[in-house]
């Protein structure tokens, strides 16, 4: 049975509460950030994977940038609607340990 994720709140320090597909940047904290160090972690073959717990950090910031980069996205460090929908596409890659 596919499990099914339902639209979240999440605070943003300085703007507030977004719903659904929301965008994180440098501060935010909750489950929609660890979503997002999932899928980079997933995405990207640098080492050491960052540490899944729900903080957007410097670490964070300095992998969603990179992530942007190599995909041609605007560099800003903002996980909004182009990069959501870049690291969202398709399935993930295995990933060989």
Same mark, same amino acid.
Request: with cysteine; net charge positive.
């Given at each position: 049975?596919?499990?099914?994720?339902a639209p979240i709140d999440i605070q943003i320090p300085?703007?507030?509460?977004?719903?659904?597909?929301?965008?994180?940047?440098?501060?935010?904290?909750?489950?929609?950030?660890?979503?997002?160090?999932?899928?980079?972690?997933a995405r990207l073959t640098a080492q050491p994977c #960052?540490? !899944? *717990? +729900?903080?957007? =950090? %410097?670490? /964070?910031?300095?992998?969603?940038r990179q992530y942007q980069a190599l995909n041609r #996205?605007? !560099? *800003? +460090?903002?996980? =909004? %609607?182009? /990069?959501?929908?870049?690291?969202?596409?398709?399935?993930?890659?295995?990933?060989?340990?």
């Amino acid at each position: 049975m596919p499990i099914v994720v339902a639209p979240i709140d999440i605070q943003i320090p300085g703007g507030g509460v977004q719903n659904g597909s929301t965008t994180i940047r440098q501060g935010s904290a909750g489950p929609r950030v660890a979503y997002c160090q999932n899928l980079l972690n997933a995405r990207l073959t640098a080492q050491p994977c #960052l540490w !899944v *717990d +729900g903080n957007f =950090g %410097p670490k /964070t910031d300095n992998r969603v940038r990179q992530y942007q980069a190599l995909n041609r #996205l605007p !560099v *800003d +460090g903002i996980v =909004g %609607p182009q /990069t959501w929908a870049a690291l969202e596409a398709g399935p993930p890659p295995i990933k060989k340990m």
